[in-house]
């Protein structure tokens, strides 16, 4: 089955990038997603890559995807304070999501 | 809409005890999933639904688990009896017509077995 691998943590200072990167072993995914969960939250869908695709932009969002390697990848410019959260990375297989390990960002004022 | 709401947030049992956790999709949304997140194990999928019938629940991880969904606006997942390793944050989300497949997640309910 789908195995999906992130690194536990990552710390930047506020105003610089942030990229969290994602591994994944299944290669069907028509889709590949980022999810951000706030503390004491839900998951809520930031953004998303059609998996013919290489990459995908949205406002400070860079989304990044090297199928040859099963690499996926999440830019924030402009890291803020409110950018601290735990993000994981999904693929989806027969409408049943994946998720990684979750990533969490601690973002330093 | 309010999105998917799910209750109780909180649930404190003692071990052996039956809980009901409770579930109500987007309207209009026509899939129902139930994930289960620990520390150890992450995000698990344990179950979902599609116009209210049970497709995959290679997830439930024994027979003290059941869910069901007996209409469009509600789903509940059933624990009995409990135990302190199904002490968990458990999320519902639901999924429509989407062209990316997104599933809208609820705030979870935090579940403690003593």
């Known amino acids: 089955g789908e195995d999906v691998e992130q690194s536990l943590f990552l710390s930047v200072r506020e105003g610089d990038s942030s990229v969290i990167n994602c591994t994944y072993t299944d290669s069907s995914s028509t889709y590949l997603y980022w999810y951000k969960q706030e503390p004491g939250a839900g998951l809520q869908l930031l953004t998303y890559i059609f998996s013919n695709m290489d990459m995908k932009q949205d406002q400070r969002l860079t989304v990044l995807l090297n199928k040859k390697d099963k690499h996926l990848s999440l830019r924030i410019a402009d890291t803020q304070t409110g950018d601290s959260a735990i993000y994981f990375c999904a693929g989806c297989a027969t409408n049943k999501l994946i998720f990684g390990t979750g990533t969490l960002l601690a973002v330093q004022p | 809409d309010a999105g998917v709401i799910q209750s109780p947030r909180h649930e404190v049992t003692e071990m052996g005890q039956e809980v009901t956790l409770r579930c109500k999709p987007i309207s209009g949304h026509d899939y129902l999933f139930w994930y289960r997140q620990t520390m150890m194990r992450g995000l698990e999928l344990l179950i979902y639904?599609?116009?209210?019938?049970?497709?995959?629940d290679s997830g439930m991880p024994e027979d003290r688990f059941s869910a069901k969904m007996p209409n469009a606006s509600f789903s509940t997942l059933k624990i009995q009896p409990s135990e302190p390793r199904d002490s968990a944050v458990y999320f519902c989300?639901?999924?429509?017509?989407?062209?990316?497949?997104?599933?809208?997640f609820g705030p979870g309910t935090r579940l403690t077995v003593l």
């Open positions: 989300a639901s999924r429509g017509l989407s062209s990316y497949n997104e599933q809208f």
């Open positions: 639904f599609n116009n209210n019938v049970p497709i995959d």
